[in-house]
T-cell receptor, first 112, second 116 residues
């Protein structure tokens, strides 16, 4: 099956700085890569996603890049705000049954 | 649109008893639903893929006789934790796709299970 690695596990930044979280995947047939934000005790919320036929996607302060050759993708958050503090998960959609496999998560803390 | 609910939101049960968790798609039909388990400060681990009208597909290492999944209709999937033990205490989250050819999954709010 798919194996998704995510780094770093924790990330602390000052308000206004940028934050970058990186993930790698193992299944070259994976074709969909979403990023989720999860607050304590709540459901994961999709914040941005990218499909395998696109190299980059941006939505206001959030961007995702995908390198299919290297099998890695990254989340970029610019102008971070304290309310961005949460756990962020990357995921990859495997080639069978459309299952999502998640990275271990990154605890992002934005200090005011 | 694309709202998924779960019931109950939290449950406490005694060791050895069984607990049923419901996952419903409220405004769409879901031929496929997914069940995840999340331990504190850990990632979401896929347990099984639930298909309406057929048997669930379990991930390696997940006991199908312990975690019974029934996808009775296009809007309802249930997960029954049988003979629960304290180590089954976790956050159980379901998700659903709106169609066979869609990639995005919509997550339920989760169910916190505590086994005493």
């Amino acid at each position: 099956g798919e194996n998704v690695e995510q780094h770093p596990s924790t990330l602390s930044v000052q308000e206004g700085d940028s934050a970058v979280i990186k993930c790698t995947y193992s299944d070259s047939a994976s074709n969909y890569f979403p990023w989720y934000k999860q607050e304590l005790g709540k459901r994961p919320q999709l914040i941005i996603d990218i499909r395998s036929n696109v190299g980059e996607k941006k939505d206001q302060r959030i961007a995702v890049t995908l390198n299919k050759t290297a099998k890695h993708f990254s989340l970029h958050i610019t102008e971070t705000q304290p309310e961005d503090s949460a756990v962020y998960f990357c995921a990859a959609r495997g080639s069978t049954l459309g299952r999502l496999y998640f990275g271990r998560g990154t605890q992002l803390t934005v200090w005011p | 649109g694309a709202v998924v609910s779960q019931h109950p939101s939290w449950v406490i049960c005694k060791s050895g008893t069984s607990v049923k968790i419901e996952c419903r798609s409220l405004d769409f039909q879901a031929t496929t639903m997914f069940w995840y388990r999340q331990f504190p400060k850990q990632s979401l681990m896929l347990m099984a893929t639930s298909n309406e009208g057929s048997k669930a597909t379990y991930e390696q290492g997940v006991e199908k006789d312990k975690f019974l999944i029934n996808h009775a209709s296009l809007t309802l999937s249930t997960l029954t934790v049988t003979s629960a033990h304290p180590e089954d205490s976790s956050f159980y989250i379901c998700s659903a796709r709106t169609g066979a050819n869609t990639v995005e999954q919509y997550f339920g709010p989760g169910t916190r299970l505590t086994v005493t």
